[in-house]
């Protein structure tokens, strides 16, 4: 049996192997002390090979994980089980984003990573839904009513939400908003993709990759298919529990 457990910055993943199989998939909200609450997740399970990633791997290695790999190399691994064949990769989560680029033997030959400002991610859409009285789900789907383009000046969260209280100030829509806000989302992230060079097909992972209607829009943005795993936020645990298994290329 292989656990991989991704401690994220907002959630703990964990996926469970036996036999090269996805057998148990789990997330949970973070808590002051991640790594009591990913020690407990695994323990329920036998298994002398847990290996960690993400922000909190260091820790875990330190209380009860064998190994620890990169984020980097854990969503390019999960990637590839999830989609065979995949070369470049973008992974939205709680705090940061990234992109990768593989070879054909799914080698990382290159990648970007955002985690110095949180635009774009997981936090940045919670607060922009917010600030317009939204939860994560009524706010995509509001926007995927509107076909007004708004643009939005600041992708900095704090200045991003003053703004957006002057356009509601000034009379527009929240739906117009929330589009224009979408849209800001997906001309950063397409700009990270060209930065690195895309191939084919863009394997979105991240819990953020759930929101459809921005999956839809990079997509029309880039002109190419923009593929969705199942469970896109787990695919770092994947990547970390089959670290060292042979994919198929």
Do not use: W
């Not at 973070?30 to 695994?42: L, N, R, T």
């Not at 992974?91 to 290159?110: C, F, N, Y």
């Not at 789900?137 to 926007?143: I, N, R």
């Amino acid at each position: 049996m292989q656990i991989g457990i991704d401690l994220g910055s907002r959630a703990i993943k964990m996926a469970v192997f036996r036999d090269g199989e996805l057998i148990e998939k789990e997330v949970v909200e973070s808590s002051f002390e991640p790594h009591k609450q990913a020690a407990e997740m695994v323990s329920r399970y036998n298994s002398s090979q847990v290996v960690a990633t993400g922000y909190g791997r260091h820790l875990a290695q330190k209380h009860f994980a064998q190994k620890v790999i990169t984020e980097i190399k854990a969503h390019a691994q999960g990637a590839r089980f999830c989609v065979p064949g995949a070369h470049t990769i973008l992974d939205v989560g709680g705090q940061d984003s990234k992109v990768i680029a593989l070879d054909s033997k799914g080698r990382v030959v290159q990648f970007q990573m955002n985690d110095k400002c949180a635009a774009g991610t997981g936090r940045f859409l919670e607060i922009m839904a917010a600030s317009l009285g939204y939860s994560l789900d009524e706010f995509s789907a509001a926007a995927a009513t509107s076909t007004q383009d708004i643009p939005i000046n600041s992708m900095c969260a704090v200045f991003a939400e003053s703004e957006v209280v002057s356009l509601r100030n000034r009379g527009y829509a929240a739906a117009d908003i929330a589009r224009a806000i979408h849209l800001a989302i997906s001309d950063r992230l397409s700009g990270m993709l060209e930065r690195i060079g895309m191939q084919d097909t863009v394997v979105f992972t991240g819990g953020v990759a759930n929101n459809r209607f921005l999956v839809d829009m990079l997509a029309d943005k880039l002109g190419r298919l923009v593929v969705v795993p199942d469970h896109p936020e787990i695919v770092g645990a994947i990547g970390a529990a089959l670290h060292q298994e042979k994919l198929p290329v």
